[in-house]
């Protein structure tokens, strides 16, 4: 048998592919677990969840194009409550077929990370995505803060998680792109210096994307139409923050690459730019539970 394991944050995966957050919310008309743990995916990551159950932005906030996707879901949730009373039950959903539970979690202050990554870690959880990096939620017309942008807030933020669980939790952090290498640089140094951090997710959709109709319509009818964008126009985009990172960060903390991954070329890829895991929503949401064993087939006849 080839072996085409991997391991991020301690913990290990058979193989590198698994869903990215956003897939799999517990949502009607979402993919769910139980789908997902049919499917060959290495993990399943569920989220982002916040503290509230949240109905999401209202209008189209989906859009995909042939080379990119746009979304501004809003964090459509049940919320905090729900997810304590039924992690146990997804997680034996998921270690009943050998597969760990990953959670995202999505905070509005620190607290509301450190009580999220709390409940998550005693419902059992493998490993909790600290989301730092929504660029879809407004209050009063104005955009939040897209947090991982600020590196003293990342610091109040992990330090305040850190307070909660311990610095022994499986923690990733998941980062927007970039375009300000030495804003990156000093956020990547602000991971570096916490021992709670053993993996970046790397990367987030980018901000406020905008698409229009042949008659000059948004796709998107909330928020002026601006939107995160994901999708394979991503992926250079991705490949250059994964290795950025992996210039920066020392070699005990993994990177998870996400963005534009759809073959199995993308995969082998990522893991070359320094990725030990890789995620995917746009492909999944467009293509089904069956783009798992596509991609992996397509991955292992490349590696062999
Ligand atoms: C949403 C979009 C994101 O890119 C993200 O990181 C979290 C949430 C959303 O709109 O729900």
């Given amino acids: 048998m080839l072996d085409y394991s991997t391991n991020v944050a301690g913990v290990k995966l058979e193989h590198p592919l698994m869903n990215a957050a956003g897939t799999c919310r517990l949502l009607a008309g979402d993919l769910s677990i139980r789908e997902l743990v049919r ?5 399943v990551m569920i989220g982002s969840i916040t503290v509230t159950p949240r109905e999401g932005n209202p209008g189209n906030v989906y859009w995909a194009d042939n080379f990119y996707s746009l979304n501004s879901m809003g964090l459509p949730n049940p919320g905090l409550p729900y997810y304590e009373k039924n992690f146990h039950e997804m997680v034996a959903l998921t ?9 995202s979690v999505a905070g509005f202050t620190p607290h509301e990370y450190a009580l999220l990554a709390l409940k998550s870690v005693k419902g059992g959880v493998d490993l909790v995505e600290l989301n ?11 955009q939040n803060r897209i947090a991982c942008f600020y590196p003293e807030l ?3 933020i992990l330090g305040r998680v850190k307070r909660e669980i311990g610095a022994d ?5 998941k980062l927007a792109p970039f375009s300000d290498p030495g804003i990156l640089s000093e956020v990547a140094q602000v991971l570096k210096d916490t021992p709670l951090v053993k993996a970046v997710t790397a990367v987030n959709t980018f901000p406020n994307a ?3 109709d042949p008659s000059g319509t948004s796709w998107i009818t909330f928020a002026d139409g601006f939107a995160g964008l994901a999708g394979t126009a991503l992926k250079p985009i991705g490949l250059g923050q994964v290795k950025q990172l992996r210039s920066w960060l020392p070699n005990n903390v993994d990177i998870i690459g996400v963005g534009g991954i759809s073959r199995g070329r993308d995969i082998v890829d990522y893991l070359s730019c320094g990725a030990k895991a890789v995620q995917i929503a746009t492909a999944l949401l467009e293509r089904g539970p069956n783009v798992f064993s596509t ?3 397509e991955y292992i006849d490349i590696v062999g």
């Fill in 39 to 43: 499917t060959p995916t290495a993990a």
């Fill in 154 to 156: 990342v610091f109040a």
């Fill in 210 to 212: 905008f698409a229009v």
């Fill in 169 to 173: 939790a499986k923690v990733s952090v």
């Fill in 132 to 142: 730092l990096s929504c660029p879809n939620t407004w209050e009063g017309g104005n």
């Fill in 95 to 103: 270690h009943g077929v050998g597969k760990p539970l990953f959670v």
């Fill in 295 to 297: 991609m992996l087939s």
